[in-house]
């Protein structure tokens, strides 16, 4: 069966045919985010996302349009979500180790500006394109097409840039509160 007759099917909330488009795509949905993730439960994780998103988005879906690209376009922002979430998770606890510093006492002020200093440091190792596009998403708060459009890169460019800073600073900034936690 071709895959427009599925996704016309899937729209119907055919179950066979979002098997058979599961079935079909769950492997290049994997291995797209293995090029992001490193953690194999995260990986399935996104896989199971993307695909409960096609099937609650199924009447939305064009049949004449790419699904494979569908796809990709949701596997892309499942993965760009759990990195803003991780990021501000981080964030989080920095300023609840900030604010709480009065209840908990000098050691955890100081542990936060160990790691707001460490975050610091570990931007200013991005290589220096990657720098500027991350501190003009987050410090200028500028969108990717005004950050393209400012440096004359395409907005593909400027998202790589994040991603590539976020998944530094992710990996790094957990590594240290391993650190604080022993």
Do not use: C
């Not at 990986?43 to 990709?72: H, S």
């Amino acid at each position: 069966m071709d895959e427009r007759t599925l996704v016309l099917q899937l729209k119907e909330g055919n179950e066979n045919a979002f098997t058979t488009l599961y079935q079909t795509y769950w492997a290049k949905v994997y291995n797209f985010s293995r090029l992001y993730l490193t953690s194999s439960s995260e990986i399935e994780e996104v896989v199971q996302d993307v695909f409960v998103k096609v099937w609650e988005a199924r009447i939305f879906i064009k049949e004449n349009e790419n699904f494979k690209g569908f796809l990709f376009i949701i596997t892309r922002n499942i993965i760009f979500n759990q990195f803003r979430k991780s990021f501000n998770e981080s964030a989080y606890k920095l300023a609840v180790l900030k604010s709480s510093s009065e209840t908990y006492g000098i050691e955890e002020e100081m542990e936060a500006s160990d790691l707001q200093s460490y975050i610091n440091k570990l931007i200013e190792e991005l290589p220096p394109r990657q720098r500027d596009v991350f501190q003009m998403s987050r410090d200028q708060h500028l969108s990717y097409k005004e950050i393209a459009q400012q440096l004359d890169i395409t907005e593909k460019t400027v998202e790589r840039h994040i991603n590539e800073a976020l998944k530094f600073l992710r990996k790094n900034v957990y590594f240290f509160s391993l650190f604080l936690s022993i």
